[in-house]
T-cell receptor, first 115, second 112 residues
Framework: EAGVTQFPSHSVIEKGQTVTLRCDPISGHDNLYWYRRVMGKEIKFLLH????????ESGMPNNRFLAERTGGTYSTLKVQPAELEDSGVYFCASSRRLGRDNEQFFGPGTRLTVL | QQQVKQSPQSLIVQKGGISIINCAYENTAFDYFPWYQQFPGKGPALLIA?????SEKKEGRFTISFNKSAKQFSLHIMDSQPGDSATYFC???????????FGSGTKLNVKP
């Protein structure tokens, strides 16, 4: 079974530019999560999709971030315009179930550097 | 504010030694406490997890100790090996949510 994949693995952009990150969850996993780790700090939750619907977007930093999951398969996270503080590693995770048996499988992450 | 506090930030252990990483939390709604292991270039992977109704869980060389009254839990790696060198994250999840709150990570280096 293929794991969670993320593209690109690295992205370096200038402040003010737009970047789109992509996540492909494990096949059959309805739940998809985005997390972010900034500068060696904790991994922070951004949002949670159930299929194509946003279940919880309480961790989204501001309206410069837009997440979509059209058709309930892959997801994109767009940052527009990017700011210096957006630099970090963006992780995507997916899970088949919710609740007590909710094991989340993480992708390798996208390292975003905003100059 | 950070909901799960993890220490130490980095740890160097000799091969065969015991590695101990500690985490503390305040939110009594947390009911699931996993530890994740992350190797360079890879995503965090579930290592071992515990629920608050038990005080200890052991899987091979890895043990979680859980102190509900103190709101603390720790990971013990017995007979540490160079292959255990990785970053370890503790995490917690509230019973009514599906998102995890992570600690800031501990970079473990096991010297041969």
């Amino acid at each position: 079974e293929a794991g969670v994949t993320q593209f690109p693995s690295h992205s370096v952009i200038e402040k003010g530019q737009t970047v789109t990150l992509r996540c492909d969850p494990i096949s059959g996993h309805d739940n998809l999560y985005w997390y972010r780790r900034v500068m060696g700090k904790e991994i922070k939750f951004l949002l949670h999709f159930v299929k194509e619907s946003k279940q919880d977007e309480s961790g989204m930093p501001n309206n410069r971030f837009l997440a979509e999951r059209t058709g309930g398969t892959y997801s994109t996270l767009k940052v527009q315009p990017a700011e210096l503080e957006d630099s970090g590693v963006y992780f995507c995770a997916s899970s088949r179930r919710l609740g007590r048996d909710n094991e989340q499988f993480f992708g390798p992450g996208t390292r975003l550097t905003v100059l | 504010q950070q909901q799960v506090k993890q220490s130490p930030q980095s740890l160097i252990v000799q091969k065969g030694g015991i590695s101990i990483i500690n985490c503390a939390y305040e939110n009594t709604a947390f009911d699931y406490f996993p530890w994740y292991q992350q190797f360079p270039g890879k995503g965090p992977a579930l290592l071992i997890a515990i629920r608050p109704d038990v005080s200890e869980k052991k899987e091979g060389r890895f043990t979680i100790s859980f102190n509900k009254s103190a709101k603390q839990f720790s990971l013990h790696i017995m007979d540490s090996q160079p292959g255990d060198s990785a970053t370890y994250f503790c995490a917690a999840r509230p019973y009514n949510f599906n998102k995890f709150y992570f600690g800031s990570g501990t970079k473990l280096n096991v010297k041969p």
